[in-house]
């Protein structure tokens, strides 16, 4: 139910703040505003079963528990507050290597989450940031975050104390743990989550609507409208439902079988496999039915939450062009309750097995499919395949499906990369985009920033691989991860950020950005003061297409701004000036406000110069003398040129589209296929 915690102290008292787990803040939020004490002493059973499963200090009594950055409720824990009472929001992963960093100057928040192989977004998580922004000298705690599904028996424990305080019955806990009787031992580890797979509920004698909603985390509201019940009267033996009905195409696991395997054999993604069996674990067991196909008749389908257009697409055999199509859809956003059109797909899928010279186009082509939807057919993830190996092949589609044209690649594109470690590499174009965008932009980034990052990463791509040129995975050129980087990045979230990634990149398979039929220079960075810049002013050279424009979006960036302090003996050093009759006067500022030449000490020097010397992060800066130090207030980070990556993301949220994107950071071009 919690995912995460924070201790305040609050009137030199410790205030324990609880954060709930969006999806069961409707269920939480019924319980904490009833007056029905039973229901609030259920609530209050949760949040103690929670603490007491936990790792850090806390002498408070008061609880206050958030959903959506709002305090929805708060209580009193009853009775004098336990010293040794001990609170963890999760378990931790190599905490003894390192629980906490204390941060240095200079140091970002990807940085040192890189250092101890977490995420951003898991470092911002384990310490309640709003931001990544950091400041020198914050403590840090470092640890990769899991639910917590286990309880190890303590002295005095029953199984009976263990169910009430974990919400569930004695029956469950020893069918959860394959236990015969009721003894337990210390130190035993106990099963205690809620088996969320569970899709019913056999009410026994004494079983009220709340206490069931209760145990599986589901408000009563949805438990009663799931079973069609008006009132809250049940009986002894009803069998409730605590999932939506889902039909379509099952698989009865079997021993040694894995998601990947399953998602594999169908031709699905493991996280649509999850999706459709509402799984939160990765654990299956011999014998589970899983849901492997929902697919059904032509009609309309409402959308669901969680539901994508893509799986909604082959969940009826279609692909997504054909269905944002069908639907006169701008773009694939859409929204729970929606209604779309549907048909289904009469598609005839057959096997094909790989002979000596084959390559995934010339098999696509042999069968009128692209390379793509060979890819998305059997679940790959590159270019590689081997003689020997069979492939799902798609034999035709129903002649009544709505039908866009298909894209058409006029070359299988290859990327020479010189890797890190010197190893040469030869990387199919496509699969290149992918490690690009994953490299260069944060996963989470609105869908549109990735696409637009994704052409112009591919642009940038083929106008050198045309000139003959071999490119590093640095941001000498454009950085690349690959696969095994990206796991190691994202740990846990890999196949959600790289699924996405993914689908932005297929998204606009082939798809380039010109000018006057050249392609261009698609140069891109972070952060803009609020202006982009003239490359005549970084560079030197001008193109007609890279031109200073409005990028206000980016002030929304939490890496917009940045401070810095020196001494004046510190400064004076760097620029080899005297520490007496120190000043600062900007000379002239660029057509994008950045700092082109200043005059400091006597001196004059360029905006870039300063830049180095100082190893800020932009030209946009101003330098203040005033009490002994030496303030510098810089705007933006890179060099300006370009694509917006912030920007595009703000961009992005507030409705543009990415070819809107692309057209406003780079003046008068077209968007093509290469």
Do not use: C
Request: charged share 25%; net charge negative.
């Amino acid at each position: 139910m919690f995912v995460n915690y924070h201790i305040k102290n609050e009137n030199n008292e410790e205030v324990l703040y609880l954060y709930l787990d969006e999806m069961k803040t409707e269920f939480a939020k019924e319980f904490l505003d009833s007056n029905d004490e039973k229901k609030k002493q259920g609530i209050k059973e949760k949040v103690e079963g929670y603490i007491d499963e936990q790792d850090v200090s806390f002498k408070g009594k008061v609880v206050k528990i958030i959903a959506g950055g709002l305090v929805v409720g708060s209580m009193l824990l009853g009775g004098a507050p336990d010293i040794n009472r001990k609170v963890k929001a999760a378990t931790t992963i190599s905490t003894a290597n390192h629980p906490t960093h204390q941060v240095q100057y200079g140091e970002t928040l990807s940085g040192i989450a890189s250092r101890y192989n977490l995420t951003v977004d898991e470092v911002m998580m384990l310490n309640n940031l709003s931001s990544d922004r950091i400041y020198e000298g914050q403590s840090l705690r470092l640890g990769q975050t899991v639910t917590a599904s286990t309880y190890s028996v303590r002295s005095g424990d029953t199984l009976s104390g263990i169910a009430n305080r974990f919400g569930t019955t004695v029956n469950d806990l020893k069918a959860l743990n394959n236990l015969t009787g009721d003894r337990i031992y210390i130190g035993q580890t106990l099963n205690v989550k809620a088996d969320s797979h569970k899709t019913t509920h056999t009410v026994k004698s004494g079983d009220t609507l709340s206490e069931i909603a209760l145990r599986y985390e589901i408000s009563t509201n949805e438990l009663k409208r799931i079973n069609n019940l008006l009132g809250d009267t049940i009986y002894e033996g009803q069998v409730l439902k605590l999932q939506e009905a889902r039909t379509g195409i099952t698989h009865e696991v079997e021993p040694g079988d894995t998601l990947y395997d399953i998602a594999r054999q169908y031709g699905i993604t493991i996280n649509h496999l999850k999706s459709m069996n509402n799984l939160e674990r990765d654990a299956i067991y011999p014998g589970e039915l899983l849901i492997v196909n929902t697919r059904a008749e032509s009609g309309n389908y409402t959308v669901k939450s969680g539901d994508t257009l893509s799986e909604i697409a082959s969940d009826y055999g279609m692909r997504t062009s054909e269905l944002i199509t069908l639907n006169n859809l701008t773009s694939d956003r859409i929204y729970v309750g929606q209604t779309l059109k549907v048909i289904q797909g009469a598609t005839n899928v057959n096997t094909y097995t790989v002979e000596s010279g084959d390559n995934l186009s010339t098999i696509a082509g042999q069968f009128g499919m692209s390379t793509n939807e060979l890819r998305e057919l059997n679940n790959l993830s590159g270019d590689l395949i081997h003689p020997g190996q069979v492939l799902n092949v798609r034999m035709g589609t129903n002649t009544t499906t709505p039908t866009t044209p298909d894209r058409t690649i006029t070359e299988e594109r290859t990327v020479t990369v010189e890797r890190y470690n010197g190893v040469v590499e030869y990387i199919s174009l496509e699969e290149y985009i992918v490690g690009v965008v994953a490299a260069e932009m944060p996963p989470y980034f609105d869908e549109q920033a990735l696409r637009a990052q994704a052409v112009a990463a591919r642009t940038y791509a083929i106008e050198r691989i045309d000139q003959g040129r071999r490119l590093s995975d640095t941001d000498y050129h454009q950085v690349y991860k690959d696969e095994l980087q990206l796991r190691d990045q994202w740990g846990n979230q890999y196949e959600f950020y790289y699924n996405r990634i993914k689908s932005a990149v297929e998204y606009t398979e082939g798809e380039v950005i010109t000018y006057n039929g050249d392609y261009i220079d698609a140069l891109f960075f972070s952060t803009s003061n609020g202006r982009t810049e003239n490359p005549k002013y970084v560079w030197g050279g001008e193109l007609p297409y890279l031109q200073s424009v409005d990028s206000h979006w980016d002030t929304q960036s939490d890496e917009f701004y940045r401070e810095y302090t020196y001494t004046y003996d510190e400064f004076s050093r760097l620029f080899g000036l005297s520490e007496r009759g120190l000043y600062a006067d900007v000379i002239s500022r660029t057509e994008g406000g950045a700092v082109d030449t200043i005059n400091i000490g006597g001196t004059t020097y360029s905006g870039e110069d300063v830049r180095r010397r100082l190893r800020l992060r932009s030209m946009d800066f101003d330098i203040n003398f005033e009490n002994g130090q030496v303030r510098i207030a810089q705007r933006g980070w890179g060099h300006r040129v370009g694509l917006s990556q912030y920007g595009a993301h703000f961009m992005g949220q507030e409705g543009y589209t990415y070819d809107d994107i692309i057209n406003h950071y780079y003046q008068g071009v077209q968007i093509e296929l290469a």
